[in-house]
């Protein structure tokens, strides 16, 4: 099925870097001893099947995208932004490994996840390991690889913080919106502002030109997180490659949630009384609950926000005085995110 983001121009931006970063992201994972682990991490990354024949499942690419892209912004070479676009494309796996077996998610990209394939404890030290591969990647680079790591490292302390009280979220009675927005900023958008800042710092960029693309991918990614929560609660699932609703079984409180909650309309206090107990189990209530989102406001307020911080994000790029081309093409990334529908 073709979606409408497959003709995006953004996608030709996305191919060039593919083909610099993953040889060496293949060469990464490689340097893993144990033959599990470079099993796992292969079919994490869409790579191999479980049987280790070839696949090709692998997912956007937007953060390895941005580090190449803003090395060039910092005065650099599309080649000075691998390392760090290896390191966090292998961080965001990590993630999405251990997010998969603590939220018991059963599909991603069309499969199965690596948990249901492995087991619990193999994935789970799949993640860890794609972890160690991504720091030892920035170590080898040397002085660049010294100036990138505190960037990296910073991103991973307020990914586990955001994605500890997501954990604690869900399923609970209030919640208020700023501390819904402070919980996708830790999960999402700090390892997309490290993206987009990342290959900066390993170039040698000024101090003005690394906050500004810093700050332009914070925006982006609370923009990207937006826009994943309409996906989980009205995305389709042949094309988002999850479950439908998936959101809504799973209790998350995610943004357009808690804005329906805090609407205060019938249609959010129907929504509160519907799953003060829990997640929706019956088909018809998570049916129910999903109609009830939109009703009350949630899903055209998260649409109204990720637009507001795409722009905010475009005002980010014309503040800074940096190559032509890169600035094209980052613009080009952040109307895609808002674009997207998977």
């Known amino acids: 099925m073709t979606s409408r983001a497959d003709t995006h121009p953004a996608l030709l931006v996305i191919e060039r870097a593919r083909e ?4 060496a992201m293949r060469a990464a994972i490689g340097t893993l001893e144990d033959q599990q682990m470079r099993l796992i991490s292969s079919y994490q990354m869409g790579w191999q099947e479980a ?27 599309p080649s ?28 991603r990209r069309h499969r199965p996840t ?12 799949a993640g860890n390991a794609m972890l160690t591969v991504a720091f030892d990647v920035l170590i080898a680079d040397g002085v660049a690889g010294s100036r990138a790591l505190p ?5 991973i302390h307020e990914l586990i913080s955001g994605q500890s009280r997501d954990l604690a979220y869900e399923g609970a009675e209030h919640i208020d919106l700023e501390a819904c927005l402070q919980m996708e900023a830790g999960k999402t958008a700090a390892l997309i502002a490290a993206s987009a800042s990342i290959g900066a710092l390993a170039a040698g960029a000024p101090n003005d030109v690394v906050s500004g693309l810093y700050g332009y991918g914070f925006e982006l990614g609370m923009a990207f997180q937006l826009v994943d929560d309409i996906l989980g609660i009205v995305g389709d699932p042949k094309v988002t490659g999850k ?3 998936s959101d809504v079984r799973a209790g998350k409180r995610s943004a357009p949630v808690v804005a329906a909650l805090t609407a205060d309309t019938d249609a959010s206090r129907r929504l509160a009384s519907l799953i003060q107990h829990g997640p929706p189990t019956d088909e018809a ?8 989102i939109g009703d009350a406001g949630g899903l055209a307020w998260a649409s109204a926000e990720a637009d507001a911080r795409l722009n905010r994000a475009l005002e980010f790029l014309e ?24």
């Open 319 to 342: 503040g800074l005085s940096i190559d032509r081309q890169a600035a094209a093409d980052l613009a080009t990334l952040a109307r895609y995110v808002v674009d997207r529908d998977h």
């Open 243 to 245: 479950s439908s609703s």
């Open 114 to 125: 690596a948990w249901t394939v492995f087991g619990d404890g193999q994935a789970i030290l």
């Open 20 to 23: 610099l970063v993953e040889p």
């Open 151 to 155: 960037c990296l490292t910073r991103a």
């Open 80 to 107: 000075d932004g691998v390392p760090g676009g290896i390191a966090v494309e292998l961080v965001h796996n990590f993630s999405l490994i251990h997010d998969d077996v603590m939220d018991r998610d059963i599909e």
């Open 51 to 77: 049987d280790g024949s070839a696949a090709s499942s692998g997912g956007k690419a937007l953060r390895p995208t941005l580090a190449v892209i803003s090395a060039v912004a910092g005065g650099g070479l």
């Open 285 to 292: 209530d998570v049916q129910l609950a999903t109609t009830l």
